[in-house]
């Protein structure tokens, strides 16, 4: 399959861009239409597989831990309202990963792939303002998966294999960035592509349709639907202002004065759904992010989409500025948590810790006027203490992360104990760096509790790589080589790359053989098991690859 780079990736395949002009449905169920039957939920899951192999590889996609907490924490409010409602199935839920990731793109842009993925590229992230904007996104496209957009738009291509089909998604996308025409003709070689190139607009009737399901499913999930509205009105004033082609989602995604006026008329009407109706559990949304909190996501997606060095220098120099005296408390924040990181990826580390302290101040409301009131916002408080952590762990000093670090994962009195989530990704994969970097003998209990940590994670989370990445390194301290090569191969299974898994798989075998009376031979099986899995896989995808290409 033709590797793309995912900023090229990222333009155009939103949730219906493979979706033929066809009359909307309300409901679309999953199974016993023309589409389920056409193109299957094990077909669809299959495809998106395949491309995410390809996606996972590409430099652009990044795994923030930080960011990606924060996506999922509006995430899943969304998936357990609309479990709640009746839009996700079981079938659905059981067998897609609905899994968002990040692209690393100045664009304003997400796109939902087959099989339940979804990119989000920071340049979207960074322009909203507001918790409920990136919602009224995430729950949009999700509406898009959960009604099988993608299918109906697949169900007339049996002819073709998934892997011409997965190639043939990436080659219309980059001839799309490019501006078609020679990069076109030189990407899409298939004679199925024109087709499928002509299908990257989207239906009036499912494009209205996601909106009128996506805002109920705002509401029922505790998000204020008139985030969907004032994200419309964002999109449209920056295109206005900027179009020089960075909008690639109103170039999917056309906005219209009536899809506009059809998002206000809902809220005027009351139709977006009442949150009442559904059980308290669902209604988790308005304690999980504060508009602090939000502003260091939009604050920290803006300096990552561009790592330049001149970028960085642009960002960093916010914290020489004195704010305007009508600056609000939000813009100094996210101007000091833009400034801190910055300075931390240029490694200053006088700037950054400058830059950390103030944006802690305004968490915590310290620097308000002193007849002002300003209460702390924990939430915010957890995201630049996350972010001292990262920076500390960056120049090295393991010791001093770690007391940062405790002042997440511990319990304790005062203002800075920030919701405490000991068990989050983020603190987790600090938590482990900081462990192999202080402790070194093979006794360590807290090393131990690391691993031990990690294999639970794993566990419950099988697609992280950099969990199972760090698990290697973890094992490989203890000396526990067929573990560490395990850890090694799933890591790189999950990448995408089955050729360096299945390296690490054999070499685990000849591990255990050369050493057959010391050897863990339950991990000894598993590594047997799972050799066979993924070779049997690679197997398929070579049949597939050189019959059809």
Known sequence: MRAVRLGVLGVSLTATALLPLARAQNNLPSLGD???????????????????????????????????EYLQSLWQPLLAAAKVRGDLGEDLSERFPYQPFLVRE???????????????????????????ELASVLAHEMTHINQRHI??????????????????????????????????????TSGQAVGIQGQLNFSR????EADRIGASVMTSAGFDPAGMASMFERL?????????????????????????????????????????????????????????????ALARARVLMDPRAEALQRWQRLDTANPAAEATRTEQFADAYSAALASSLLRDWSRADASIKKALDLALGAAAPADVAMPPDRRAVRAVLLLATESQLQR????????????????????????????????????????????????????????????????????????????????????????????EAESHYVMGDLRGAIDRLRAGQNLARSNQTTADFVESSVIDSRLRVIEAQRKQLLTEQLGYQ
């Open 34 to 68: 023309s589409a389920a039957a056409d193109f299957s939920l094990a077909t669809e899951r299959h495809l998106g597989d395949a491309i995410m192999r390809d996606i996972r590889r590409d430099p652009d996609y990044l795994d923030d831990p930080i960011l990606l």
């Open 106 to 132: 100045p664009s304003v842009n997400a796109f939902a792939l087959p099989g339940g993925y979804m990119g989000v590229h920071l340049g979207l992230m960074a322009i909203t303002q507001t918790r409920d």
């Open 151 to 188: 299918a109906r738009g697949f169900a007339n291509s049996r002819q073709q294999s998934l892997i011409s089909i997965a190639a043939t998604i990436l080659g219309v996308i980059a001839a799309t960035q490019s501006g078609g025409g020679d990069a076109a003709g030189a990407l899409i």
């Open 205 to 208: 009737d499912m494009e209205r």
């Open 236 to 296: 449209q004033k920056s295109s206005r202002l900027n179009d020089s082609g960075n909008f690639p989602y109103l170039r999917s995604h056309p906005l219209t004065t009536a899809r506009i006026g059809e998002a206000r008329a809902r809220l005027e009407a009351g139709e977006a759904g009442s949150a009442s109706a559904l059980p308290a559990v669902v209604l988790v949304a308005g304690s999980i992010a504060t508009p602090l909190e939000h502003t260091a």
């Open 396 to 487: 090295g000093d393991a010791p001093r992360a770690q007391a940062t670090l405790a002042r997440l994962t511990k319990p304790a009195a005062g203002p800075l104990v920030a919701d405490a989530r000991a068990t989050s990704r983020p603190a987790l994969l600090m938590a482990a760096q900081i462990a192999l970097a202080l402790n070194t003998r093979k006794d360590d209990d807290a090393l131990r509790q690391v691993s031990e940590q990690l294999q639970t994670w794993v566990a419950r989370y099988p697609s992280d790589a950099e969990a199972w990445a760090m698990l290697g390194r973890v094992s490989a301290q203890f000396g526990w080589g067929l573990r560490s090569l395990r850890a």
